[in-house]
């Protein structure tokens, strides 16, 4: 349910998202404290934290029994450290572009957690006047929080709950707090751009510089042979390598006893020196969080990547998303489920029209919990006022419509994914009514089909591509490509390093 603006009231904090997963969970991880004087200590802590606004003043806060969507974001910037520290290697002058995007989706009810990375290089169109490029890129300027997640909505259809972000600072105080975090390497590696280097195989205990150097490592190379040999998977492999060292931090601070008060402050410490929340995220929703979470289990995270094929153009590293790979992984995080209506607050409603009529219908639509916002062209471009939606999107669109006064023209669109629906104000506009009608009650015919078979079309921004009808398979599909990375592997003992 994220809505409208996104000015930063943080002072231009910089971030690293990998670093921000392990600052989400350490904020829920201390509700398991035994102590009021150190809850007292992690609410003063965490009401200091700065926030950032990323929705409309209408905008109801999300139940916490409700499943709910963090971004989590990291930027190029490393201008928080020192300048003696090698970790600058002259980033300090580069702009802001989202190095590392995750969106990590939490179910109180089910009481399960998946995160699902997106490629920095993926090419998609940019949020506000729909450009194509580099999703990292839309973080860039004034209103980079806003434009990023408006770019998430209207390529992946994923509604934003809440917005975190964390510094390169504090992913090492993080670490420090920890006494590291046990990674286990079946060779001797090295990334000479991060400044990696692990000498031995086994289970390497990394310290906050090895850490952060692992994480950030996109040269990565293994020793084998005799000789170095690259694993040449760059971002891709990186992601994969990121994800397994959250869970490695999370099951670290597990065992090292977040229960205890001492513990768990020097967790929130470390990072609410570089946090920052969003203006929904207030200390009792976390904390309620916490609690129907305090025994998750990290192992049960669920962590998937969008599938991309490489997809140069201009001498620019490109990626394109496979859709027939990536629809089934986004439908947990869009809310979808087969066979069940969708609640207003499941979907996405672009409003496109005139001015002042876009805006009231906004705002009535966000009072009703829609995720709906004015976007798009500002004229009307038809007498008649339509709904179009995608493969996944006609019951979204049904039930907005049953908001309507007059009944909307309802149009397929096949590049549209998941509950988002595109309400466009024609002249013939009546209104949106208090109270709905019943689903039952608005005509047979009033969608058309949507088929039920993969259909390769052209997504707007992107090259040729495939958009399912249906999905095929459930995220989480062990059949599935495997994810990227060559680099030789040992599950068994990688499991038994702790």
């Given at each position: 349910?994220?809505?409208?603006?996104?000015?930063?009231?943080?002072?231009?904090?910089?971030?690293?998202?990998?670093?921000?997963?392990?600052?989400?969970?350490?904020?829920?991880?201390?509700?398991?404290?035994?102590?009021?004087?150190?809850?007292?200590?992690?609410?003063?802590?965490?009401?200091?934290?700065?926030?950032?606004?990323?929705?409309?003043?209408?905008?109801?806060?999300?139940?916490?029994?409700?499943?709910?969507?963090?971004?989590?974001?990291?930027?190029?910037?490393?201008?928080?450290?020192?300048?003696s520290d090698p970790v600058t290697n002259g980033r300090a002058k580069l702009g802001r572009l989202a190095d590392v995007i995750m969106v990590l989706r939490v179910d109180p009810q089910t009481k399960t957690a998946r995160l699902i990375s997106i490629p920095r290089d993926t090419r998609v169109a940019l949020a506000p006047d729909g450009r194509?490029?580099?999703?990292?890129?839309?973080?860039?300027?004034?209103?980079?929080?806003?434009?990023?997640?408006?770019?998430?909505?209207?390529?992946?259809?994923?509604?934003?709950?809440?917005?975190?972000?964390?510094?390169?600072?504090?992913?090492?105080?993080?670490?420090?707090t920890l006494g590291g975090v046990p990674v286990y390497f079946t060779t001797p590696v090295r990334d000479a751009n991060t400044g990696l280097n692990v000498k031995e195989s086994g289970c390497i205990l990394l310290d906050r510089d090895q850490a952060l150097a692992y994480a950030r490592a996109r040269h990565f190379q293994f020793y084998e042979?005799?000789?170095?040999?690259?694993?040449?998977?760059?971002?891709?492999?990186?992601?994969?390598?990121?994800?397994?060292?959250?869970?490695?931090?999370?099951?670290?601070?597990?065992?090292?006893?977040?229960?205890?008060?001492?513990?768990?402050?020097?967790?929130?410490?470390?990072?609410?020196?570089?946090?920052?929340?969003?203006?929904?995220?207030?200390?009792?929703?976390?904390?309620?969080?916490?609690?129907?979470?305090?025994?998750?289990?990290?192992?049960?995270?669920?962590?998937?990547?969008?599938?991309?094929?490489?997809?140069?153009?201009?001498?620019?590293?490109?990626?394109?998303?496979?859709?027939?790979?990536?629809?089934?992984?986004l439908t947990p995080f869009q809310g979808v489920v087969l066979g069940q209506r969708p609640k207003p607050s499941d979907i996405i409603v672009d409003v496109r029209g005139k001015s002042p009529v876009d805006e009231v219908t906004t705002t009535f639509l966000d009072k009703k919990d829609f995720d709906a916002e004015a976007f798009g062209p500002?004229?009307?471009?038809?007498?008649?006022?339509?709904?179009?939606?995608?493969?996944?999107?006609?019951?979204?669109?049904?039930?907005?419509?049953?908001?309507?006064?007059?009944?909307?023209?309802?149009?397929?669109?096949?590049?549209?994914?998941?509950?988002?629906?595109?309400?466009?104000?024609?002249?013939?506009?009546?209104?949106?009514?208090?109270?709905?009608?019943?689903?039952?009650?608005?005509?047979?015919?009033?969608?058309?089909?949507?088929?039920?078979?993969?259909?390769?079309?052209?997504?707007?921004?992107?090259?040729?591509?495939?958009?399912?009808?249906?999905?095929?398979?459930?995220?989480?599909?062990?059949?599935?490509?495997?994810?990227?990375?060559?680099?030789?592997?040992?599950?068994?003992?990688?499991?038994?390093?702790?």
């Amino acid at each position: 349910m994220a809505r409208g603006d996104s000015s930063s009231r943080s002072g231009g904090r910089r971030t690293l998202a990998q670093r921000v997963l392990l600052g989400v969970n350490v904020l829920l991880v201390v509700a398991c404290l035994g102590t009021a004087a150190a809850l007292a200590k992690v609410q003063s802590t965490l009401e200091s934290v700065p926030v950032v606004d990323i929705g409309s003043s209408q905008a109801p806060k999300a139940s916490v029994t409700e499943a709910r969507n963090f971004l989590i974001i990291g930027t190029d910037s490393a201008s928080r450290l020192d300048e003696s520290d090698p970790v600058t290697n002259g980033r300090a002058k580069l702009g802001r572009l989202a190095d590392v995007i995750m969106v990590l989706r939490v179910d109180p009810q089910t009481k399960t957690a998946r995160l699902i990375s997106i490629p920095r290089d993926t090419r998609v169109a940019l949020a506000p006047d729909g450009r194509t490029g580099r999703i990292n890129e839309a973080i860039a300027g004034t209103n980079g929080p806003r434009n990023l997640i408006q770019t998430l909505k209207r390529n992946f259809g994923i509604s934003i709950d809440n917005y975190v972000q964390i510094d390169f600072l504090a992913f090492k105080q993080l670490v420090e707090t920890l006494g590291g975090v046990p990674v286990y390497f079946t060779t001797p590696v090295r990334d000479a751009n991060t400044g990696l280097n692990v000498k031995e195989s086994g289970c390497i205990l990394l310290d906050r510089d090895q850490a952060l150097a692992y994480a950030r490592a996109r040269h990565f190379q293994f020793y084998e042979d005799g000789k170095w040999k690259s694993d040449g998977t760059g971002d891709l492999g990186r992601i994969t390598r990121q994800q397994d060292f959250i869970k490695r931090a999370l099951r670290r601070a597990s065992d090292k006893g977040i229960r205890n008060p001492g513990t768990a402050v020097g967790l929130v410490n470390a990072g609410a020196s570089a946090v920052v929340l969003d203006t929904q995220l207030d200390v009792g929703t976390l904390l309620d969080l916490v609690n129907q979470f305090h025994n998750f289990n990290p192992d049960s995270l669920v962590t998937d990547q969008v599938p991309t094929v490489a997809a140069p153009r201009g001498g620019v590293a490109y990626q394109d998303v496979d859709w027939e790979r990536t629809a089934p992984l986004l439908t947990p995080f869009q809310g979808v489920v087969l066979g069940q209506r969708p609640k207003p607050s499941d979907i996405i409603v672009d409003v496109r029209g005139k001015s002042p009529v876009d805006e009231v219908t906004t705002t009535f639509l966000d009072k009703k919990d829609f995720d709906a916002e004015a976007f798009g062209p500002k004229s009307v471009s038809s007498d008649t006022t339509t709904i179009t939606f995608g493969p996944d999107g006609r019951d979204a669109a049904l039930v907005l419509a049953t908001y309507m006064k007059n009944t909307p023209k309802l149009v397929l669109d096949k590049t549209i994914v998941g509950y988002r629906v595109v309400l466009n104000v024609g002249s013939d506009f009546a209104g949106t009514r208090e109270e709905p009608i019943a689903y039952e009650d608005l005509p047979p015919d009033l969608a058309p089909p949507v088929p039920t078979t993969t259909t390769t079309t052209t997504v707007p921004g992107t090259s040729s591509t495939t958009v399912p009808g249906t999905p095929t398979t459930e995220a989480g599909d062990t059949n599935r490509p495997a994810a990227p990375g060559v680099v030789p592997t040992d599950p068994e003992r990688a499991a038994a390093c702790r």
